[in-house]
C-alpha cells in the first residue's frame, strides 16, 4: 500500500506565498508522475500542476508564473510553491501520484487534502 500526506496548507492573505509539501511512502519501486489538484466548493476537482520523473512539468494556465511545482525523488517527496496568491485559489489542494510499486500495473494515489484559504 501507498500513502501520501501533504502539509503546509493554512490560512493567509492575498499576495502571499504558501508552500505545500507531499511525502510518498508505502511500497513504492518508482513514481512516475505527481502532481496537484484542487477543489473549491461547488466545483469540480481540477489540475493545478504535474512533474514527471525526468522533471518535466506542466501547469493549469489559471498558476502559471506564480506556482512552482518540483519533486524530491530521494524522498518521494512534491511540493509546491504557492506565490502572488488570490482569493480564488483557496481551495483543498490535493497531492497525486502514479506509482509503480513492482507488481502489476501503475497505481493512481491520493494524499487527504490540506486546505489554503486566501483572503481577500
Known amino acids: 500500500q501507498v500513502q501520501l500526506v501533504e502539509s503546509g496548507g493554512g490560512l493567509v492573505q492575498a499576495g502571499g506565498s504558501l508552500r505545500l509539501s507531499c511525502a510518498a511512502s508505502?511500497?513504492?519501486?518508482?513514481?512516475?508522475?505527481m502532481g496537484w489538484y484542487r477543489q473549491a466548493p461547488g466545483k469540480q476537482r481540477e489540475l493545478v500542476a504535474v512533474?514527471?520523473?525526468?522533471?518535466?512539468?506542466n501547469y493549469a494556465d489559471y498558476v502559471k508564473g506564480r506556482f512552482t511545482i518540483s519533486r524530491d525523488n530521494a524522498k518521494n517527496t512534491v511540493y509546491l510553491q504557492m506565490n502572488s496568491l488570490k482569493f480564488e485559489d483557496t481551495a483543498v489542494y490535493y497531492c497525486?501520484?502514479?506509482?509503480?510499486?513492482?507488481?502489476?500495473?501503475?497505481?493512481?494515489?491520493w494524499g487527504q487534502g490540506t486546505q489554503v484559504t486566501v483572503s481577500s
Open positions: 497525486a501520484a502514479e506509482v509503480f510499486t513492482g507488481w502489476g500495473a501503475p497505481k493512481n494515489y
Open positions: 508505502g511500497s513504492i519501486f518508482r513514481i512516475n508522475r
Open positions: 512533474i514527471i520523473s525526468g522533471g518535466s512539468t
